[in-house]
């Protein structure tokens, strides 16, 4: 039976879960309470497949969890040491083809991608760091955007188009020349309808995009990931992987 009947039910990691029409492999995992590790995914916007963090291995093939509608009778190994080694390469390529100084990040402990190197036992970067060199635009009077830290997950990009409604990121160029860009003739923040109030101006897994004048207002060990491991933060949907800050959080 496929994903546009009935449902059914699939095994992840020996576990049977059901799942309903339409779910992908990742929309049962989390339903069920099963952690897969992901970065460019967020329920309610559309699957994009791009970090491959949550590639699992699908009666014996590889795919992607986000996108792979779930089918009835599947056998799906995630949680195995081939793949989560694999997935903690990806994840100390993100950290040196950017520029993440964690101890001086206002992110961390809310930061996804720390979180989930943390999970996944990464150590050190491994490969030599690339110390990339790219624009900061601080000209909003209220979002800055840093992109030294950005990993190309176009959660914002779909944030802004699907929730938002103001189309106010792109995805320019390919490969190593890919850069987040902003839809504006001047190319900066101030001149795009933009609000702090955007779910795009809060989604964003790493320090990239930050609320102007709210730095470091909770303070560590009471951030998002100082209290709850990733895998719980991806399993419930009560627990943002963006924890909004308040300023009477002391």
């Given at each position: ?21 339409g779910q992908t492999i990742m ?77 001086g990040c206002e992110k961390s ?142």
């Open positions: 039976m496929s994903a546009e009947g009935k449902g059914g039910t699939i095994s992840i990691d020996g576990q049977e879960i059901p799942f309903e029409a929309d049962a995992a989390l339903a069920a309470g099963i952690y897969i590790p992901h970065l460019c995914h967020r329920p309610g916007l559309t699957p994009h497949g791009s970090c491959r963090l949550c590639t699992v291995e699908v009666d014996g093939r590889n795919a992607a969890a986000c996108t792979l509608p779930a089918a009835d009778g599947q056998h799906v190994d995630s949680n195995t040491v081939a793949l989560n080694e694999v997935r903690k390469t990806i994840t100390q390529m993100l950290f040196v083809e950017g520029n993440h100084l964690c101890p402990g809310d930061c996804t991608l720390q979180a989930v190197a943390y999970y996944l036992g990464m150590l050190d970067g491994h490969f030599p760091q690339f110390y990339p060199r790219r624009e900061v635009d601080a000209s909003h009077p209220d979002i800055v955007l840093d992109r030294d830290r950005c990993i190309l997950c176009e959660l914002c990009v779909r944030a802004s188009r699907q929730i938002d409604g103001k189309d106010v990121f792109a995805i320019s160029g390919r490969g190593i020349h890919a850069s987040l860009i902003v839809n504006a003739p001047s190319g900066r923040l101030v001149d795009t309808d933009i609000a702090a109030t955007d779910v795009a101006a809060h989604i964003c897994p790493v320090g990239a995009i930050l609320i102007k004048g709210h730095g470091f207002e909770v303070p560590i060990g009471r951030r998002t990931f100082d209290t709850h491991r990733v895998s719980e933060a991806g399993r419930d949907a009560r627990l943002p992987l963006v924890r909004p800050r308040h300023a009477d959080e002391e």
